[in-house]
Structures are given as C-alpha cells and as structure tokens.
C-alpha cells in the first residue's frame, strides 16, 4: 500500500498550475490525408476514379495475378525443397503492383522482398526472382538496364539507398523519381527516420512507400508504434504523408502518381502508408496461428484486392469471364516455363555465395571462402580444387 507523503503534494500542485496557462496550438504546413476510390464492397468514387483506359486496366489486373500465382507456385515449391523460405505477398498485389506502375523506366525502385509484381514489372525474368528464393545469389541482382535495386532484406536499409539515388537525381538536375518500398516494421528502424529526415531537408525526388500489412512477423502494428497512422511519421521530417486503402488499386495509383509528380516537380518527398494485410505466412518458416486469429484473416480476405478489382473491371465492361480466364492461363502458362527455365539452368556452386557482395572481396571473405571450399572439399560435395594463385599463375 502506497503511503502518501503530504510535503511532497504541494510543490506538485503549484508546478501544476503555473502550466495551467492557454495554449495556442502550432499550425503545421504539411498534412496527413486517407485516400480511398474503390471500397471493399465494390462501390466506387466516380468523382475520384482516373478511369485507366482498357489496356492499362487489364495490364494491372494481369499483373496483380501474376503476383498471387508466382505465391501460390513459390509455396507449393518451397514444400516440395525445390526453393528455399519464400515470403509470400498475398493480399498486397494492389499496394505494389499499383504503385510500380506509375514509374518510368528512368525512375529508380527500391524493393524490398515483398514485391514479386514490381520485379516482374520491372523487367526482371521469372526464373531470377526464382533463383533470389532458391538461395541463388544471382538472383538478387536486377537484370543490367533495370533501375532497381538488389532485393533488400535488412530491414530499412534500402530506404537510405533510395535517398542516396534521390540526392544524386537532385543533383544532376534530373527529373526522375525514387519509389521506395518499406514495411511497417521497418518504420521503428533508425535507417527509416535518417532517410525520411535528409530527404526532407534536401527536399529529395523520393516517395517512401509504407506497405502497413499489419505484422512484422510476429509483432501487430499496434505494437510498432503509438502513433494513430504511420503516415503522420512525415509530419515531423517537413513533408506530407497520406495514408490510403492499400487495397484499392485505383487509390493506391492515383496516390502514387500525385506523390511522384510532385517529386518530379521539385515540391520533395511523401511518405504513403498503404493499409493493407499479409493474408499469407510471413515467409515459409512462420506459422501465424500461433500469433493471430482466424476472424481477422477472414475479415481481411473479403477485402482481398483481386476479386474487388476484378468486379470492377467486369463492371465497367473492361473484363469478361472469357477474357479473365484467358488472362489466367497465360499467367500459368509463364509461370510453368520460368519454373522449368529456373530448374533447368541451376549453377549450383555453393561457393557463389561469396561472389556477389563486394567487386573486391575483403581478406576476412577470402578467408571465409577458403574455409568454406576446404570443408566442401573434405566432405566430398565439390571436386578438390586448386589453391587460387597457383590456378592464376597457369
Ligand atoms: C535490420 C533487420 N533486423 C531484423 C530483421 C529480421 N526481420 C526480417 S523480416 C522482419 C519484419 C519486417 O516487418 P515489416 O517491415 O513490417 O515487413 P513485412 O515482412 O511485414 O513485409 C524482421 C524483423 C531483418 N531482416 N533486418
Ligand atoms: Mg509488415
């Protein structure tokens, strides 16, 4: 039981009234908004659709399914040991698909894992972000020409990368742009709040693109932090940030294409939280059973954004079920010939790991890679080979 000690009370009371004085509240420039067009139900904003013509709709719409086929084959691979831990993006094809769009291909995209549709979008073959997860390290390496950056999985780190291409845009006078793809977890990370701060000073070409998928393995966005939305983060680096329905692909385009003309047009970043969910596992190696509940999967499934896109295309007339099932063989039928294309050229050196990191390896690395080539050897899974120098020197 707390005994109360009464000289203390009376300073506390007068500390307490001296601040007991009128505020005038500070009237802060930059703003949070929520965007949404297309609701759960179906219902659109006709006021706020951008009516994308006929083929970029369908283009959209294959691509989202792209995203939810290349998934489902990744985990069925996965089970069977023919890749390794695959993190699955269901539920977010809207969030990603519909903002990589929006890039040209002068712009740079900043990844992280969770963005199979932006890859393929990008000009990245099937059979690479195959490799990527069969724990090939060439598979991390966007394809020459491609203004993308490896696939990030440090969480955060590749929101300093983005500022950093942002600065150099800056600089040269370019009129490109910077998408940068980060999770919800990632906004607690130091990296985070350094890229958004310098770009908000500088005034960079870069949009941050928060994918809020309400996890961060294990740990609910309640937990992340106590802030009401992740898109008031932008407030105190100068900037505005806008949250909107992550899985509304029209918001999530038309969002995007604001916040990257106004980088284009030297008006700086924006940060976009777009509220989505990760339907499916973590990766491979989660099971979220043990962490969440079944009702708020199934809450979240009846706003999966493919089956609300699709009503609406074939509302508009866009789409019909002829087409929507020819628009999914093809997708299978791409699918099947990257699998078999991955399969078919693997190079299985398990000493590739250590090439893809640095153009000059460190001595520490060299080291590692001897020890690592000397068990290999001892155990019999790659042929004796000779010393390096002595192979140079021949
Ligand atoms: C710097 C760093 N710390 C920890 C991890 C381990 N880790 C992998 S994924 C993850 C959660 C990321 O959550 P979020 O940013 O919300 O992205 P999501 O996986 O939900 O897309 C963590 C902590 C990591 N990859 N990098
Ligand atoms: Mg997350």
């Not at 007991?20 to 297309?38: D, G, N």
């Not at 002068?106 to 932006?118: F, N």
């Given at each position: 039981?707390?005994?109360g000690?009464?000289w203390?009370?009376k300073?506390?009371?007068?500390?307490?009234?001296?601040?007991?004085?009128?505020r005038?509240?500070i009237?802060?420039?930059?703003k949070?908004?929520?965007?949404s067009?297309?609701a759960?139900?179906?219902?659109v904003d006709?006021?706020?659709?951008?009516?994308l013509?006929?083929?970029?709709?369908?283009?959209?719409?294959r691509?989202?399914?792209?995203?939810?086929r290349l998934?489902?084959?990744?985990?069925?691979?996965?089970r069977?040991?023919?890749?390794?831990?695959?993190?699955?993006?269901?539920?977010?094809?809207?969030?990603?698909c519909a903002s990589?769009?929006v890039m040209?291909?002068?712009?740079?995209v900043?990844?992280t894992y969770r963005?199979?549709?932006s890859f393929?979008?990008r000009g990245?073959?099937l059979?690479?972000?195959?490799q990527?997860?069969g724990?090939?390290?060439?598979g991390?390496?966007?394809p020459?020409g491609?203004?993308?950056?490896?696939?990030a999985v440090p969480?955060a780190?590749?929101?300093?990368?983005a500022?950093?291409l942002?600065?150099?845009?800056?600089?040269?006078?370019d009129?490109?742009?910077?998408?940068?793809?980060?999770g919800?977890?990632?906004?607690?990370e130091?990296?985070?709040?350094e890229?958004?701060?310098?770009a908000g000073v500088?005034?960079?070409?870069?949009?941050f693109?928060?994918?809020n998928n309400q996890w961060?393995?294990?740990?609910?966005?309640?937990?992340?932090?106590?802030?009401?939305t992740?898109?008031?983060?932008?407030?105190?680096?100068g900037?505005?940030?806008?949250q909107l329905d992550?899985?509304d692909?029209l918001?999530?385009y038309?969002?995007?294409?604001?916040?990257?003309?106004?980088?284009?047009?030297?008006g700086?970043p924006?940060?976009?939280e777009?509220v989505?969910y990760?339907m499916?596992?973590h990766?491979?190696?989660?099971d979220?059973?043990k962490?969440?509940?079944?009702?708020?999967?199934e809450?979240?499934?009846?706003l999966?954004?493919?089956?609300?896109y699709?009503?609406?295309?074939?509302?508009r007339?866009?789409?019909?079920?002829?087409?929507?099932?020819?628009?999914?063989a093809?997708?299978?039928a791409?699918?099947?010939?990257a699998?078999?294309?991955?399969?078919?050229?693997q190079?299985?050196?398990?000493?590739?790991c250590?090439?893809?990191l640095?153009?000059?390896?460190?001595?520490?690395?060299?080291?590692?890679?001897?020890?690592f080539?000397?068990a290999?050897?001892?155990?019999?899974?790659?042929e004796k080979?000779?010393?390096?120098?002595?192979?140079?020197r021949?």
């Amino acid at each position: 039981m707390s005994v109360g000690l009464p000289w203390q009370a009376k300073p506390l009371d007068r500390i307490g009234r001296a601040f007991a004085v009128p505020r005038k509240a500070i009237k802060i420039k930059p703003k949070v908004e929520w965007l949404s067009i297309l609701a759960g139900d179906g219902k659109v904003d006709e006021s706020l659709d951008p009516k994308l013509d006929a083929d970029r709709s369908i283009y959209l719409y294959r691509l989202m399914l792209m995203a939810r086929r290349l998934d489902e084959r990744c985990i069925i691979l996965q089970r069977q040991g023919r890749i390794g831990t695959y993190g699955p993006c269901r539920g977010q094809e809207a969030a990603h698909c519909a903002s990589t769009i929006v890039m040209d291909r002068e712009d740079w995209v900043v990844p992280t894992y969770r963005e199979p549709g932006s890859f393929y979008h990008r000009g990245w073959p099937l059979e690479t972000v195959l490799q990527f997860w069969g724990g090939f390290e060439e598979g991390c390496r966007p394809p020459e020409g491609v203004h993308d950056t490896p696939i990030a999985v440090p969480i955060a780190t590749q929101a300093l990368h983005a500022m950093g291409l942002a600065w150099a845009m800056k600089l040269r006078g370019d009129r490109h742009a910077v998408l940068c793809y980060c999770g919800d977890g990632s906004t607690s990370e130091g990296d985070f709040h350094e890229a958004l701060n310098f770009a908000g000073v500088y005034r960079l070409p870069v949009v941050f693109f928060v994918q809020n998928n309400q996890w961060a393995i294990s740990l609910p966005r309640a937990k992340q932090t106590a802030s009401e939305t992740i898109a008031q983060k932008a407030l105190a680096y100068g900037f505005d940030g806008l949250q909107l329905d992550g899985n509304d692909p029209l918001a999530v385009y038309v969002g995007t294409t604001e916040a990257v003309e106004r980088a284009k047009s030297g008006g700086g970043p924006t940060l976009i939280e777009a509220v989505t969910y990760r339907m499916s596992v973590h990766t491979t190696a989660d099971d979220p059973t043990k962490y969440r509940s079944k009702e708020e999967v199934e809450t979240w499934e009846k706003l999966d954004p493919i089956p609300r896109y699709q009503k609406y295309l074939l509302g508009r007339g866009i789409l019909d079920p002829k087409r929507i099932e020819e628009i999914e063989a093809d997708v299978l039928a791409e699918l099947a010939a990257a699998v078999v294309r991955y399969e078919e050229n693997q190079n299985a050196d398990p000493l590739d790991c250590f090439k893809y990191l640095y153009a000059e390896p460190s001595a520490e690395l060299e080291q590692q890679r001897k020890e690592f080539q000397t068990a290999l050897e001892r155990e019999g899974m790659i042929e004796k080979q000779e010393p390096r120098m002595a192979q140079q020197r021949s």
